[in-house]
C-alpha cells in the first residue's frame, strides 16, 4: 500500500476545506478572468481582420490562433471551476501563472517596441487579475 501523500489531492484538500472563505473570494475573480481570457483567446479565430486593426497587423497568423486557443482553453477551464465552484489551488496557480506570463511577454516586448503600445493595456489588465488573485488569497489569513 503507498502511504506517500498525493500533493495535487492535498492541495485541493486544503483549498476546500477551512479555506472556503479564500475560494469564495476567487470564485468572481476566476469567472471573470476566464471570461476575458474566453473572449481575447477567440477573437483572432472569429475574426482576425479586427484582431489585426486593434493589435497591429501579424506576420505568423499561425502563432496568433495557437495562442488563441490557448488562451481560450485557459479560460473555459477558469469559468467551469468557477460555475461548479471546484476552485482549487492548481486552478489558483494555472490562473495566476497564466495571467502572470502574458502580462510579462506584452510587458516586455512593448518596451522592446517588438509589439505595439496597445498590448501594455493588456498588461495592465493581467497585472489587475495578479492583484485580484492575491487579495482572493489573503482573505481568512487574519483567521487561521
Known amino acids: 500500500m503507498n502511504t506517500k501523500p498525493d500533493v495535487s489531492t492535498a492541495a485541493a484538500t486544503l483549498w476546500t476545506t477551512g479555506r472556503s472563505a479564500r475560494a469564495d473570494a476567487a470564485r468572481p475573480l476566476a469567472l471573470a478572468q476566464g471570461l476575458y481570457f474566453a ?3 477567440i477573437w483572432p479565430l472569429v475574426h482576425m481582420r479586427s484582431f489585426e486593426a486593434v493589435t497591429g497587423p ?3 497568423k499561425w502563432l496568433v ?3 488563441g486557443v490557448l488562451v481560450s482553453v485557459i479560460g473555459g477551464v477558469l469559468v467551469s471551476a468557477a460555475a461548479r465552484r471546484t476552485l482549487t489551488a492548481d486552478t489558483a496557480a494555472l490562473a495566476i501563472g497564466s495571467a502572470a506570463a502574458l502580462g510579462a ?5 512593448a518596451a522592446k517596441k517588438r509589439i505595439p503600445p496597445i498590448y501594455l493595456a493588456d498588461a495592465v489588465v493581467e497585472g ?3 492583484s485580484g488573485w492575491v487579495a482572493a488569497l489573503s482573505t481568512g ?3 487561521e
Open 39 to 41: 473572449a481575447t483567446g
Open 128 to 130: 489587475a487579475i495578479v
Open 141 to 143: 489569513r487574519a483567521r
Open 58 to 60: 501579424k506576420a505568423d
Open 65 to 67: 490562433k495557437t495562442v
Open 105 to 109: 511577454v506584452d510587458t516586455i516586448y
